[in-house]
């Protein structure tokens, strides 16, 4: 079940890494208050590093990005799955490996950066790696298909299946994944979210000794975290509302919950379970009765959320069933109602 902080979180936690869409901006506009409450957290000593599996962009162009949103950030802050994906063949391969490339300009930096060899897909190689790239053509999807087939070693930056566009959610580097996978009948390594490279290389990479993941995604920003033992603050300003949040998975679940990245600041109460199975947070009381969700009292709107996820929780663990939410009234805030 959740998690409980006496402290805010920004004093418990040194590290705070942060997923970018759906958490700090949503297509090409800040979240609002994202940018005062990672400021605040920043000069309260929480370091913010700002993670993201979209392998295109360099790290600058983000940084860039960020600062014209208002956001502090500097290039040392921002680690993507592509610098992820470079280092894992970097360990394998070592200083020279030439790497056969189906991606964008972040993902060949990466590559360069580690001292490794980008080159085509009719070159000699020793791996091949593939992160998303709205310019790969498909004659080098199938050329590269072929080599993996053959034996060519490969890794992928992610396996997104969309992306958010400004002409609405698209394919994303996942589905060219899915068909390079049914194809040649090989599992690429993978180095995003939720794998375990991405986060490995953003605690190397910006160091601290207690990191806090900070998500709105629980297949891959949360999960990854638990994957790694890490305590994670689900936000909901992104995907996740309370549909999905009563349909996750142990593996899914975060520590914490929020609306929106002021959850860093402040304290999170614990839930309490009574002997009648119902859940109690401060003010609200949740339980699920003949499999449908109900959350009574008054209160803050997180603490309705809180009790209403460990009660969903305990049903979903207890009959395999996920709750229904359809006749549960909104949240009192409206935050993630509509999903």
């Not at 897909?121 to 790696?129: L, R, W």
């Amino acid at each position: 079940m959740l998690g409980w902080s006496e402290q805010d979180l920004c004093d418990v936690h040194d590290l705070v890494m942060l997923d970018l869409d759906g958490v700090v901006y949503v297509g090409g506009a800040a979240v609002p208050g994202a940018a005062e409450s990672i400021g605040a957290a920043r000069r309260r000593g929480a370091c913010p590093a700002f993670i993201t599996n979209n392998a295109s962009r360099t790290p600058a162009t983000v940084a860039r990005h960020l600062c014209e949103l208002g956001v502090e950030a500097d290039v040392e802050d921002v680690v993507t799955s592509a610098q992820a994906a470079a280092r894992v063949l970097a360990d394998r391969l070592g200083t020279g490996g030439r790497v056969v490339l189906l991606g964008a300009d972040g993902l060949r930096e990466a590559l360069l950066d580690e001292d490794l060899v980008p080159v085509g897909v009719e070159e000699d190689a020793d791996a091949v790696v593939s992160g998303y790239g709205p310019d790969i053509l498909w004659r080098d999807v199938m050329r590269a298909a072929v080599r993996i087939r053959d034996g060519l070693w490969w890794v992928a930056s992610n396996t997104d299946m969309s992306i958010p566009t400004p002409y609405g959610t698209a394919p994303g580097h996942g589905v060219l994944v899915e068909t390079l996978q049914r194809f040649s009948g090989v599992d690429p390594v993978v180095a995003g979210k939720p794998e375990r490279p991405l986060l490995e290389e953003t605690v190397r990479r910006v160091g601290g000794d207690r990191p806090l993941m900070v998500g709105d995604r629980l297949d891959t920003d949360i999960e990854g975290a638990v994957r790694l033992g890490l305590p994670s603050l689900l936000v909901r300003t992104g995907v996740s509302g309370l549909s999905e949040l009563v349909a996750a998975r142990v593996e899914e679940r975060p520590t914490y919950l929020a609306a929106d990245l002021g959850g860093l600041l402040a304290a999170h109460p614990r839930v309490e379970e009574e002997t009648d199975g119902a859940w109690h947070c401060r003010g609200w009381r949740a339980r699920v009765v003949d499999g449908r969700l109900h959350v009574d009292g008054t209160g803050e709107p997180d603490d309705w959320w809180r009790a209403a996820a460990c009660a969903a929780w305990r049903h979903l663990d207890d009959t395999g069933s996920v709750a229904d939410v359809d006749a549960v009234p909104p949240p009192p805030d409206g935050v993630g109602a509509a999903r």
